[in-house]
């Protein structure tokens, strides 16, 4: 079964940094596609970045140029740096894995099968 466990959600001030962890693990295959999301209550769940086991990566026009998806695949771990941060940026940032098409050039939530629990992230101005 495979399990994502984020961490490194915090509280900061606009124009902060943030790293975001998420440990994967009982997968007899690497996923496609892995990627970070985030919902903010009362709106839909929205994709941030993703990448595939190639490296390629794919981040939403809102954080380009601020937020780096990377991977460290011997650790089994990806990480979302995150600068500049903005107060738009506040929500619940959630780790997901994908075997699905769609999960990388659209970033589409819908296409993600396995999820984390999520970690908070709050960004003050």
């Known amino acids: 079964q495979v399990q994502l466990v984020e961490s490194g959600g915090d509280s900061v001030q606009a124009g902060g940094s943030l790293r975001l962890s998420c440990a994967a693990s009982g997968y007899t295959s690497r996923p496609v596609c892995m990627g970070w999301l985030r919902q903010t209550p009362g709106k839909a769940r929205e994709g941030v970045a993703a990448i595939l086991s190639d490296g390629s990566t794919n981040h939403a026009d809102s954080v380009k140029g601020r937020f780096t998806i990377t991977q460290d695949n011997a650790k089994n771990t990806l990480y979302l740096q995150m600068n500049n941060l903005k107060p738009d940026d506040t929500a619940m940032y959630y780790c997901?894995?994908?075997?699905?098409?769609?999960?990388?050039?659209?970033?589409?939530?819908?296409?993600?099968?396995?999820w984390g629990q999520g970690t908070q992230v709050t960004v003050s101005s």
């Open positions: 997901a894995a994908s075997n699905l098409a769609g999960c990388f050039s659209a970033l589409e939530p819908t296409k993600y099968n396995y």
